[in-house]
């Protein structure tokens, strides 16, 4: 079946490193991509998405790009900041079930931040 | 912005008793979702629902059952709590149209301590 891999946290940087969280994927078909981020305490918010090869999702300094020949949507970011130290999702859309809207998550990576 | 609710934020109840977790969305959300986190485990699947008072069993639908009697809100019902029950739920919602491309919306969780 379909199935999200990302690395291993907890990831520790200093603030204004670069960011890349690495997620890898199987899927049948052309599944849609998400990036979820989760702040302590709190749920998953949407970060970004890519809905077809080559597609690339950006929002607060945050990219993507989907890539269908390494069946990779890894996460990165020029420069981190002390308030993006949080869990990372990755996350596919199952297709073939009907619009269900079913996502498949990945473990979830942690970032940490230091001044 | 799509507004999803949940009734408790923290929850302690104690073995052997029904309990109750309701979610509730705004946005007339076809799709509804309830989830577990687990240090480690990433978010596991317990039950979905694609329409009022349809549902669909995700990974780990032991021990749980669900409800949806209005399109609005899906609760999730721990028919005879146990510790290993403990955990944070997460529910979460989308939308049908414009196929799986739907980012789903979640709420802050609750945090359920099984004594």
């Known amino acids: 079946g379909d199935s999200v891999t990302q690395m291993e946290g907890p990831v520790t940087l200093s603030e204004e490193a670069f960011l890349t969280i690495n997620c890898t994927y199987t899927?049948?078909?052309?599944?849609?991509l998400f990036w979820y981020v989760q702040y302590p305490g709190e749920g998953l918010q949407l970060l970004l998405k890519?809905?077809?090869?080559?597609d690339k999702g950006s929002n607060k300094g945050f990219e993507a790009t989907y890539r269908k020949e390494t069946t990779s949507f890894h996460l990165e970011k020029g420069s981190v900041q002390v308030s993006d130290s949080a869990v990372y999702f990755c996350?596919?859309?199952?297709?073939?079930?009907?619009?269900?809207?079913?996502?498949?998550f990945g473990q979830g990576t942690t970032l940490q931040v230091k001044p | 912005d799509v507004k999803v609710t949940q009734s408790s934020r923290y929850l302690v109840k104690r073995t052997g008793e029904k309990v109750f977790l309701e979610c509730v969305q705004d946005m007339d959300h076809e799709n509804m979702f309830w989830y577990r986190q687990d240090p480690g485990l990433g978010l596991r699947l317990i039950y979905f629902?694609?329409?009022?008072?349809?549902?669909e069993k995700g990974d780990i639908p032991e021990g749980y059952s669900v409800s949806r009697e209005k399109k609005e809100r899906f609760s999730l019902i721990l028919e005879s709590a146990s510790t290993n029950q403990t955990s944070m739920y997460l529910c979460?919602?989308?939308?049908?149209?414009?196929?799986?491309?739907?980012?789903?919306?979640f709420g802050d969780g609750t945090r359920l301590s099984i004594l």
């Open positions: 890519a809905t077809k090869a080559d």
């Open positions: 996350a596919l859309s199952e297709r073939g079930s009907g619009n269900t809207g079913k996502l498949i």
């Open positions: 979460a919602s989308s939308s049908t149209s414009r196929g799986s491309n739907q980012p789903q919306h």
């Open positions: 629902s694609y329409d009022v008072k349809m549902k």
């Open positions: 899927a049948t078909g052309y599944p849609s």
